[in-house]
C-alpha cells in the first residue's frame, strides 16, 4: 500500500498512491496510516483522489483510522471518486467526516 | 475500474439501440486478490464496458461485497472455488455466484440493517456488506443445496 505524506504548515495531507482500497489492501492500509499518522499534526487529510474504488472493508478500515487518531485530530477526506462517495453517502459515513472537493490549504503556511 | 473499451466507441454505443444480450460465464479462486482479477475481467468487457460508468461502479460495488464474503465466510478464509455468471438482457443484469463453501448463517439471507449512528457511541467498522448489496440491488435469490450456496441478483441497468 503506497501513501506519501506531506506535512503543509499544521495539516498533514496523506496521498493514497493507489487505485483501491480493498479486501485486498485494507489491512495494510490501516498498517501504513498508523506509521504515517504518528507525525504531529493539528489536521490529517486523506486525500483520496488516485482511489476510484472502496469496498465495506476499505470503508471499515477509514473509520477505524478515523478512531484511531482520537478526539483531538479530524481526519477529514478529499477528492472522492463518484463510486467512492456513493458508498460513503449511502453508508451515511459521509456525516462522520469532513469532505472536501480538493485538498485544503493551511491559510498560515501558504505563501 | 477503467474499461478497454475507447471512449468514442463507447459515445456511439450510447446514442444506437441497447448492448444486445449476453452470458459471461469465470471461475476464480477464492482470494481478495482473485477478486479484484476476476472483477476486472467481468467489468472491462463487452457487455459492461457498453453501459455508463456510474452503473459499472454500482455493480462493482455489489459484486465486489457478494464475493468477498464469499471468501470470508462461506469459504472462511480457506480458500476454494466460485463460479460467477453474468447475463445481461436489456436493462436487467443479473449474477449468480455458486461456492461449495458453507451455508449462510440460519440458511437465509441477512437482513442488510445498517447500524444507526448515535451519538456518544463506537462507530461501526463493519456491517456495511449486506446493506450496500440489499440497497444497491433491485432482487436476489439464495438457495442452499447439497453441493453448496447459490445467490443470484438482479439489477436494472439505467
Not at chain 2, 457511541?121 to 448489496?133: A, N, Q, V
Amino acid at each position: 500500500m503506497n501513501l506519501s505524506a506531506d506535512l503543509q504548515g499544521s495539516i498533514l495531507v496523506i496521498a493514497v498512491l493507489e487505485d483501491r482500497i480493498d479486501a485486498a489492501s485494507a489491512i495494510q492500509f490501516k498498517d501504513r496510516m498508523r506509521e504515517v499518522t504518528q507525525t504531529v499534526s493539528d489536521r490529517v487529510v486523506l486525500d483520496l483522489s488516485q482511489v476510484t474504488f472502496l469496498d465495506s472493508s476499505g470503508l471499515g478500515a477509514v473509520v477505524a483510522v478515523l478512531k484511531a487518531l482520537g478526539p483531538l485530530r479530524k481526519l477529514e477526506l478529499s477528492g472522492l471518486s463518484p463510486t467512492v462517495q456513493k458508498v460513503f453517502r449511502l453508508t451515511r459515513m459521509e456525516q462522520v467526516f469532513t469532505i472536501h472537493d480538493q485538498v485544503p490549504h493551511d491559510v498560515q503556511h501558504a505563501g | 475500474m477503467m474499461c478497454n473499451m475507447r471512449a468514442d466507441r463507447r459515445r456511439a454505443w450510447r446514442m444506437h439501440p441497447p448492448p444486445p444480450p449476453a452470458r459471461l460465464r469465470i471461475l476464480l479462486d477464492a482470494d481478495p486478490r482473485a477478486v479484484r482479477a476476476g472483477l476486472r475481467r467481468l467489468l472491462t468487457t463487452t457487455p459492461m464496458c457498453d453501459l455508463s460508468d456510474d452503473f459499472r461502479g454500482t455493480t462493482e460495488i455489489v459484486l465486489a461485497e457478494v464475493l468477498n464474503n464469499v471468501v470470508e465466510h462461506a469459504y472462511a478464509g480457506q480458500g476454494g472455488q466460485i463460479e460467477v455468471t453474468l447475463d445481461y438482457e436489456h436493462p436487467i443484469l443479473s449474477f449468480e455466484v455458486a461456492d461449495t463453501g458453507v451455508s449462510m448463517p440460519a440458511g437465509r439471507l441477512p437482513v442488510g440493517a445498517l447500524t444507526p449512528l448515535q451519538p456518544d457511541t463506537d462507530l461501526p467498522e463493519g456491517g456495511f456488506g449486506w446493506f450496500l448489496i440489499r440497497t444497491l440491488t433491485q432482487g436476489m435469490t439464495y438457495r442452499r443445496r447439497s453441493d453448496g450456496n447459490r445467490l443470484t441478483f438482479w439489477m436494472e441497468a439505467e
